[in-house]
Structures are given as structure tokens and as C-alpha cells.
């Protein structure tokens, strides 16, 4: 592939931008809010009814994720728990006129122009889509957090996603910052020529391409309505972005082609019978002594409450591959895919605790940072 310039002095394109009303702000804000109550609070709640239940059945702590289940289902904490984070997300996107698919929908005709035209401006190897991908079945029917239809179907798709992702960080945090934060967890170097598998709208790699504009800065996603998104993005922040549609499985760059492959909560989305094919597909690609690296959620080891909660996300959040994930031998399958190193430790900066003045605090969620090298 021919070598193209990294940025450019200005933005290309006019920044798009979709209207949000005060009422669709305020309704927003409201769903964060509660969800901070559900992930803080009301964690803490259901941890005090978990102890109590505990004692009250002869107060033995459960062995496992499955002993802690049966203590857990019977609350009223845990079950409204549950509501929380299926509702929530629910409301995010379907309420009428304030959910994020009617505020789209009202300003179709003119979101779908604006992205046309700038993919019509791009240059084509900045922005390679392929109408006659075959979308893998895993991801072709799976309506990933409760994104009805999954997110290549609809024009406005990506949108939606960026919009879903935006709206889930508090008002006041940068939406951005997780992906930094998994940057400067990666080991320092000279990365000439880096490769975002499974793009996306193009968040994190814009943020990589900031951070290091002398890289070569490619993103491949199965996603069509996902990829005008970030290339649309990328134009508005003057970079040159290499974008293109493909299967993570099957990719069409040649051998031993990056120094750098990075991810973001990725594995979770993958079914176990393809995840060694796609760890060999971006071993392929990558340079000898090169990194592929990302922060995936997990189990967090010998905590079952964590556990519960954990895995209650996938049945909630239409997380289909979660369960499977939780089981997968992610080591050995690196190692089975060509990786010469597989390191998995916990990501301290994204584990989060509840805090309990005078008391310890409650593990919520739990986070590892993954790195494959080859």
C-alpha cells in the first residue's frame, strides 16, 4: 500500500453535527445520573443486603459466583440492579423524541447528506468500503447493547453508536479519556505505522493519531455506517485516517505490515469458536517483536458478588459473547495463534470501587489489560 501523508494542516470538511435539544440534554443527564446511583449506591445496597442474607443463612460466604447468585437473586437491591441496567440503556436509545434513534431519525435527511458527501470528497484510500463484505453472522445478527439492529445496517448506525458512547460518561468526563488512558499504559516506542482493529466511529484512534501524529494511522471495522463516522471525524480534525471495511478475519494487508495493533473491549464481542482465527489473522499482520494490546472487562478473581454482577451485564445488555468470554483461555490462544508472549494483568486506573467510609470498599466491575506480543 502506498504511504500517505499522516495529517493535514486543517480540517477538510465542515464539522457535523447533530442537534440535540435542552429537553434531550436534560433527559440525558438524568439517565447518567441514575446510572451513577445504580453503579454506586445502589452496589453498595445490594452489598449490604448480600451480607445480611449471608448471615441470616448461617454465615458462611459463598465458594463461588453460583453460591453467590442464589443468595443474591432473592433481593430486592439485585433485581432492581437488574431493571437499572436494562432500562437504562433501553431508555437511552427508544424513548420517543428524546431517545437517541428519534433525535437521529428527525435529522436523517441532512446527517445521511453530510456524511455522503464527505466520503465522496475523501480520497479512496482513505476510505475503502466494500458493499459486497459478507458480515459475519456472529455480527451481523446480534444487537449489541440493546442497539436494535446491530450497527451496520442503517445509515445513521454509527451515529447512534458514537452518540450511545458519549452519553454514558458523566456530563463532565471526557469520553475520550479511556482511550488515553489505555495508551499510556502501552509500552513506549517508535509505532511508524499502527492499525485500530474493530474501529468503530473512530474515537480512539483519532486520540492515538493526536497523540502521535508521526504515525501511519489505519482502522479497520466490519461496520460501513461506523467507518463515514470516523472518517467524517477524521476530516474535521484535519487527519488522514487509512479507513477501511473488512473482517478482522480475513484482512487483506500483507504480512508482518504494523508495529502496533491496539483494541478497545473488543474480546468480549468475539465467539470463542472464531477468537483464535482472529488472534492468528492479527498476528499475521504484525511485525516480528510487534504489540497487539488492549483493556477488556472480566471476572474479577475470588470475588463471586463481583462475579454475579459481571456476568448479569450480558443477559441485561445483550452482551452475547460475554459468558463464553469470561471461560475463554485467552493465553493459550494467543499462544496457539503465533504470539511468542501473552501478558494479562489487572488494569488498576479503569477498577473502580464503590467506597464505604469506615469499611472496605465493593468491586463493582473489573478490568485487565491484555498485551499479545509477537
Not at 486543517?10 to 429537553?23: F, I, M
Not at 436509545?93 to 456524511?115: D, M, N, S, V, W
Not at 466494500?130 to 436494535?148: A, C, G, I, R, S
Not at 488492549?294 to 459468558?323: K, M
Request: proline share 7%; charged share 20%; net charge neutral.
Amino acid at each position: 500500500m502506498n504511504a500517505v501523508p499522516r495529517a493535514l494542516d486543517t480540517p477538510t470538511t465542515t464539522p457535523l453535527v447533530v442537534h440535540e435539544s435542552r429537553d434531550f440534554r436534560s433527559y440525558h443527564a438524568f439517565l447518567r445520573a441514575a446510572r451513577n446511583f445504580m453503579e454506586g449506591p445502589l452496589v453498595g445496597a445490594m452489598h449490604d443486603a448480600y451480607e445480611r442474607r449471608i448471615h441470616d443463612q448461617g454465615g458462611a460466604a459463598p465458594a463461588d459466583w453460583r453460591a453467590a447468585e442464589r443468595v443474591l437473586d432473592d433481593t430486592l437491591e439485585f433485581q432492581f440492579y437488574c431493571w437499572a441496567y436494562r432500562n437504562l440503556q433501553r431508555f437511552k436509545y427508544h424513548r420517543p423524541t428524546l431517545g437517541i434513534f428519534a433525535t437521529l431519525e428527525a435529522q436523517r435527511a441532512a446527517l445521511e447528506a453530510q456524511l455522503d458527501a464527505t466520503a465522496r470528497e475523501t480520497p479512496p484510500e482513505c476510505l475503502r468500503l466494500d458493499p459486497q463484505l459478507k458480515l459475519p453472522e456472529y455480527f451481523e445478527f446480534v444487537p449489541f447493547h440493546q442497539h436494535t439492529g446491530g450497527v451496520a445496517k442503517d445509515a445513521l448506525d454509527g451515529l447512534a453508536y458514537e452518540i450511545g458512547r458519549r452519553t454514558t460518561v458523566p456530563s463532565h468526563g471526557d469520553p475520550n479519556g479511556i482511550y488515553r488512558i489505555l495508551f499510556e499504559a502501552l509500552p513506549q516506542g517508535r509505532y511508524a505505522r499502527v492499525l485500530d482493529w474493530g474501529t468503530g466511529h473512530g474515537a480512539a484512534l483519532v486520540t492515538w493519531q493526536r497523540l502521535h501524529p508521526q504515525s501511519e494511522c489505519h482502522g479497520v471495522d466490519l461496520s460501513a455506517p461506523c467507518l463515514k463516522v470516523a472518517n467524517q471525524r477524521a476530516r474535521e480534525n484535519g487527519m488522514r485516517l487509512l479507513l477501511s471495511q473488512q473482517d478482522l478475519e480475513h484482512l487483506d494487508y500483507p504480512d508482518a505490515h504494523f508495529d502496533l495493533i491496539f483494541f478497545n473491549f473488543m474480546l468480549h464481542e468475539l465467539p470463542r469458536s472464531h477468537t483464535q482465527a482472529l488472534l492468528a489473522e492479527a498476528c499475521r499482520v504484525l511485525k516480528p517483536g510487534g504489540l497487539f494490546a488492549g483493556h477488556e472487562f472480566h471476572l474479577r478473581p475470588g470475588d463471586p458478588f463481583q462475579n454475579v454482577l459481571q456476568r448479569s451485564h450480558a443477559y441485561t445488555n445483550n452482551e452475547t459473547y460475554s459468558i463464553p468470554w469470561y471461560d475463554t483461555p485467552i493465553e493459550a490462544l494467543g499462544r496457539a495463534a503465533g504470539f511468542s508472549s501473552v501478558t494479562i494483568e489487572p488494569f488498576a486506573r479503569l477498577n473502580r470501587s464503590v467506597q464505604r467510609p469506615g469499611r472496605a470498599p465493593i468491586n463493582a466491575n473489573h478490568w485487565n489489560l491484555y498485551q499479545f506480543r509477537k
